[in-house]
């Protein structure tokens, strides 16, 4: 939330779990920004070796490692994620440095071949400064995944982190500058005002941006209009969908930990779950005893499996979309318990059943502990639930015939799919999605590409 204190505007950070306020950090002053803006502009980061990026790399996968219960806590303080959980996004940021570590070499190294006698060579140049307003579900992650690959590529990075998790943005930052200097990765509290205003910034070369496509929209607006490269993950509801043919123990397993990780806060979660008719009844049967035996409380508890949402409002919207859902017919067919609202943004996991395909739980994306089960005739009848949504970000099939998945996959419109395993960000994957999902991909040697300048070099022999 934002706050004024002493005629100083800025963010006070709440703990989700109780209500308590957690710090005050002010907005930085405009002098700031351009001291951040010039510092990153000028740094010399784009002109470093590649053994000097690798090593810069692999010291902050050693720093992470080294304060992962630090970094963890402080995850599970500002947006209640479950502590294991917490852990284990640090520990996925470290095997992303390990990889980008290992394989940067081989990544930017350049491309030489001959061209009707002449030499050829295409190169990866680095674009500039890159602006990342980045979101709160996986602080740390997020900013790893996004961000990594560019300042891989030479790049420097000024993040906007979203307002819920300032305290998780300023360790960021720590961390980066004891791994690569000052200058590489800067972090600065703004409102969304200036946040708008900084990708007009001269200095500015390009912008990433993750959240919801509302949001997106007006960022890519303003990054068009400056004509710069704009990257945008905006979100999903993404299909899980489970054929006739499939491992009906494994399909439900599954599926309650896509939906319920994070506490449901996952771009890439089984969002809407789309059965075939015939195998419902067992599939609901498989669900319903995961679903009741999910801990729901204290996320600090070794134990937790699903703590409260980020935030008071994202509790309220989720409670609306069941309120409406159920409003129109939906029942809900399984549910966890979960601790008194009153005190945080509790919300207890349920999976509601829909029949009509226009239910607010199908049409809109629910990002929380709440997934809309449906059914289809066949085939056909599923793919078309699936590819009906506005969004195409990531998807899960499961069937036990692999030829058949293989042509059901082909026909699903999203930016990756997922056979008889759940939807997951992987730094040896481009992840990225397609329609109101976004453009543009992240991690891999692709997330590398994608903010730096390809450049062509053709040399004529004198």
């Known amino acids: 939330m934002t706050r004024d204190i002493g005629g100083i505007g800025g963010i006070v950070t709440v703990n989700p779990a109780s209500g308590d306020e957690l710090g005050f950090h002010p907005y930085t002053t405009p002098e700031g920004l351009d001291r951040v803006l010039d510092t990153a502009a000028t740094s010399t980061w784009g002109r470093s070796r590649t053994d000097e990026r690798v090593a810069a790399i692999s010291r902050l996968g050693a720093v992470l490692a080294e304060r992962r219960e630090t970094f963890a806590a402080l995850i599970t303080l500002e947006m209640g994620k479950p502590i294991t959980q917490a852990r284990a996004e640090i520990d996925k940021c470290v095997t992303a440095c390990r990889y980008y570590a290992d394989r940067l070499p081989e990544i930017l190294r350049p491309e030489t071949f001959d061209l009707d006698g002449d030499t050829a060579i295409v190169r990866i140049v680095p674009i500039g400064v890159v602006l990342a307003i980045l979101p709160w579900n996986y602080p740390w992650w997020q900013v790893i995944r996004a961000m990594l690959p560019a300042i891989a590529a030479g790049d420097t990075v000024v993040l906007k982190h979203a307002d819920s998790v300032t305290g998780n943005a300023l360790a960021i930052e720590e961390a980066f500058q004891e791994a690569f200097g000052t200058g590489v990765l800067q972090t600065v509290v703004a409102d969304a005002a200036t946040a708008s205003n900084l990708i007009g910034d001269r200095r500015i070369a390009a912008v990433t941006f993750t959240g919801s496509d509302r949001v997106g929209a007006l960022v890519a607006a303003r990054a068009g209009a400056e004509i710069k490269k704009c990257v945008l993950e905006l979100g999903g509801s993404d299909p899980f969908i489970v054929l006739a043919d499939a491992d009906l123990p494994a399909a439900a397993a599954a599926a309650v930990r896509s939906r319920f990780l994070n506490s449901g806060q996952s771009c890439i979660a089984a969002k809407r779950i789309l059965v075939h008719r015939d195998v419902r009844d067992a599939f609901a049967q498989a669900l319903t005893p995961h679903v009741q035996a999910l801990r729901v409380g204290d996320p600090t508890d070794e134990t937790v499996d699903v703590g409260p949402l980020a935030r008071h409002d994202l509790r309220d ?13 939906a029942k809900v067919i399984a549910q966890a318990a979960a601790p008194d609202p009153a005190a945080g943004a509790w919300f207890p996991p349920s999976i509601v059943e829909v029949d009509g395909h226009d239910s607010a739980l199908l049409t809109e ?78 991690l891999g040697r692709w997330g590398v590409y994608e903010l730096a300048n390809l450049q062509a070099l053709r040399i004529h022999p004198t």
């Open 317 to 329: 919207t989720l409670r609306d979309q069941r309120a409406r859902a159920l409003a129109a017919g």
């Open 365 to 442: 994306e629910t990002f929380g502990p709440l997934g809309a089960l449906t059914t289809g005739a066949d085939d056909d009848e599923l793919i078309a639930l699936a590819n009906a949504s506005r969004y195409g970000l990531s998807s899960s099939l499961w069937s036990t015939d692999s030829e058949h998945a293989a042509s059901v996959s082909e026909r699903i419109h999203a930016g990756s799919v997922f056979v008889n395993t759940i939807s997951a960000t992987d730094p040896r994957l481009p992840t990225g999605g397609i329609k109101a999902s976004g453009y543009g991909r992240e």
